[in-house]
């Protein structure tokens, strides 16, 4: 899944909570749960000898999800 379609599917993830939020508000629980998930490998990373390209893409992905999840649409 492309960072683009993967920003979309937790926007409409997220919206479909049961509760309506709108696009600020959005925006701050994507970026608390991207924020989390990218702590998450870092912290994983650190159990890894050397430089692990798999956690490294994980990272890079996730922060390009956030970069689209910001985006102005």
Same mark, same amino acid.
């Given at each position: 899944?492309?960072?683009?379609?993967q920003?979309?599917?937790?926007e409409?993830?997220? @919206?479909?909570?049961?509760?309506?939020? =709108?696009?600020?508000? #959005?925006?701050?629980?994507? /970026?608390?749960? %991207? &924020? @989390?998930?990218?702590?998450e490998?870092? =912290?994983?990373s650190? #159990?890894?000898?050397?430089? /692990?390209k798999? %956690? &490294?893409n994980?990272?890079?992905?996730?922060?390009?999800?956030?970069?689209?999840?910001?985006?102005?649409?």
């Open positions: 899944m492309s960072p683009e379609t920003a979309l599917a937790l409409i993830e997220i @919206k479909s909570l049961g509760f309506q939020v =709108d696009r600020a508000m #959005y925006r701050k629980i994507a /970026n608390l749960m %991207i &924020n @989390k998930i990218i702590l490998y870092e =912290d994983m650190k #159990y890894f000898d050397g430089n /692990n798999s %956690i &490294n994980a990272v890079l992905y996730w922060k390009q999800v956030k970069q689209h999840t910001n985006d102005e649409v």
